[in-house]
């Protein structure tokens, strides 16, 4: 996996596309003393980082499909006022169910599923720190979002939003205990994962890498591990102190019994808003790592971006009561989230800032990637705007549990996360598979999808402002224009990712026929994040571990 000479150290990497095809057959997988598992048995049991990215990343593309097609049973009972498909206790199992799948099934594995694939390769480690721990991780998110599933099948289901807010939640009878055991296995996976990136940036980097030499992609990364180890673990008391609310008899969260529902909504947010940041943090690294290859230049500043990613995650922690303005609390609460959430605007526009000065005069190009970064960055800024309308507490109870939350949040996950989850799929799919993807399609993905979800979600913020309430299958008649509006835009956005999936299964299967070389992407090597003399990283560029080049060697003449 990796040599030492005898001079100094070097470290290449062993994943480039000419020998993807024979790495199944020289790494190891399943256990080391009885020989290599055969068969499906093989990726039950494989502790390779790439075939455990691999199943992270295929779950994630399933999880994004059931997700979407609960999202396209709401927006088909919202095409026209009254009751038309589903029953409103089935419309409410969809907004939860929605929800929940999509963020632990389909946003974060797939940042696993790459996290597993590259910072190896990108810090020159032969494999991630805790391999067996690795493959466990999967297969109990596998567990827990097939937990949740069951739900459904339990009287009325899980039908009290994702948030799971008390008394509502306390109301549903089966599905409770199902659901929470499904978020602690969750929880667990992710905490598991965020252990082993630890493990693996801090202890396996090359000989003579530094921190500071890192791939953004990576940073960011190793800032989102530890954001999850601390705060899912809240997560998991909130919902165990539900659990025993309602099968104990203690009175944490009910008012008739001592307790405060308002209490759950403190528990709850200061898990809930540094997930949300667990959910874009990657992405940032990825738009760090896509948009200086296709402009041509180094990332403008490199230091800045690591700090404002340092910054945000710090700031998380102090923003969470922006989520509760209406619940009476005092005037100087209000303030002090309110200027606590402003000033998270800060690192993000630094971040937005070096992400535009990095295109300014570059020799761009405009392959699939680069459409979706530069589509993220358009759509993102958006969403990062009403979220400062939002953080205007005066304003928020006008706009709190509105449709414009909804198109708020959405424009920062769909465009942003999800977009360059896709972005990151057709920038790498040549190294994961040997083969080019077919490029006019992809262009044709990204043009349908830009303009269908602006159709989408838009209107939503007129219909939040006009006052139309979130999470209700009914509404009054003079929503109805921008409504059915917003539902084409939904069933546009949702035909349209079949393209993806059709681009992905082409690829595997061989694609355009095109192999791909150590230089897809021209000037990956060059622009991608410098170049490596030696140990003479020019910063704040860091080492082009994530361009399709083989990894340059590294010497050193520091004693290991």
Not at 215 to 234: E, G, N, Y
Not at 298 to 320: D, E, K, N
Not at 474 to 483: C, G, K, M, T
Not at 517 to 530: H, K, L, S
Request: glycine share 10%.
């Amino acid at each position: 996996m990796s040599a030492f000479s005898a001079k100094g150290y070097e470290v290449k990497d062993h994943n480039t596309p000419q020998h993807h095809h024979d790495d199944h057959h020289d790494d190891h997988h399943g256990d080391d003393h009885h020989g290599p598992a055969k068969g499906w048995l093989r990726w039950v049991v494989t502790t390779n980082h790439k075939d455990i990215g691999t199943l992270y990343l295929l779950f994630s593309l399933v999880m994004f499909f059931v997700g979407g097609a609960m999202a396209m049973i709401i927006r088909a009972e919202l095409f026209q006022p009254g009751l038309q498909l589903v029953q409103p206790a089935f419309f409410n199992n969809m907004t939860t169910m929605h929800a929940l799948v999509m963020i632990f099934g389909a946003v974060m594995p797939a940042f696993v599923g790459l996290a597993n694939w590259l910072i190896p390769m990108m810090i020159g480690a032969p494999d991630m720190a805790l391999p067996r721990m690795n493959n466990m991780s999967f297969w109990m998110l596998v567990a827990g979002i097939t937990l949740l599933f069951s739900t459904l099948f339990m009287g009325d289901g899980l039908g009290a939003g994702w948030t799971m807010y008390p008394p509502l939640v306390l109301q549903t009878k089966e599905a409770l205990p199902f659901g929470i055991f499904s978020v602690h296995l969750l929880g667990i996976s992710s905490i598991m994962g965020a252990i082993n990136i630890i493990a693996t940036i801090t202890n396996l980097r090359a000989p003579g890498m530094s921190l500071w030499q890192m791939p953004i992609f990576v940073w960011t990364w190793l800032i989102t591990a530890f954001l999850l180890i601390a705060v899912m673990p809240v997560f998991a008391g909130a919902v165990t102190m539900l659990l025993t609310d309602k099968f104990f008899g203690t009175s944490f969260f009910s008012a008739a019994g001592g307790g405060d529902p308002v209490l759950y909504q403190h528990i709850f947010w200061f898990f809930g808003h540094p997930e949300v940041y667990i959910l874009i943090l990657p992405t940032f690294g990825i738009a760090s790592t896509i948009i200086p290859v296709f402009s041509r230049k180094p990332l403008f500043g490199y230091l800045s971006m690591v700090g404002a990613t340092i910054m945000i995650a710090l700031l998380s922690f102090v923003v969470w009561a922006h989520h509760m303005f209406s619940v009476g609390m005092p005037i100087s609460g209000e303030l002090f989230f309110m200027w606590a959430t402003i000033a998270i605007a800060i690192p993000t526009a630094v971040k937005v800032f070096n992400w535009i000065a990095t295109m300014w005069e570059g020799a761009m190009t405009f392959e699939t990637p680069m459409l979706f970064s530069v589509g993220f960055v358009v759509l993102f800024t958006i969403g990062g705007f009403t979220g400062m309308m939002m953080a205007l507490a005066p304003l928020d109870f006008q706009y709190h549990d509105t449709y414009f939350i909804v198109a708020h949040f959405h424009y920062v996950l769909v465009p942003g996360s999800i977009f360059m989850i896709i972005a990151a799929t057709y920038f790498w799919l040549p190294k994961w598979t040997g083969f080019m993807y077919n490029e006019r399609i992809g262009k044709l993905h990204f043009w349908l999808s830009a303009i269908s979800v602006n159709v989408l979600f838009f209107p939503q913020h007129f219909l939040g402002l006009a006052g139309m309430p979130r999470r209700i299958p009914d509404y009054a008649i003079q929503f109805s224009d921008w409504n059915m509006i917003s539902s084409i835009g939904a069933f546009v956005f949702g035909v349209s990712q079949l393209l993806f999936l059709y681009v992905v299964i082409d690829c595997i299967r061989g694609g355009t026929g095109i192999k791909a070389t150590n230089e897809v992407w021209d000037g990956a090597r060059q622009y991608g994040g410098g170049i490596v003399e030696g140990l003479e990283w020019t910063l704040p560029s860091p080492p082009p571990y994530h361009t399709f080049t083989e990894a340059p060697e590294i010497k050193s003449t520091i004693p290991r």
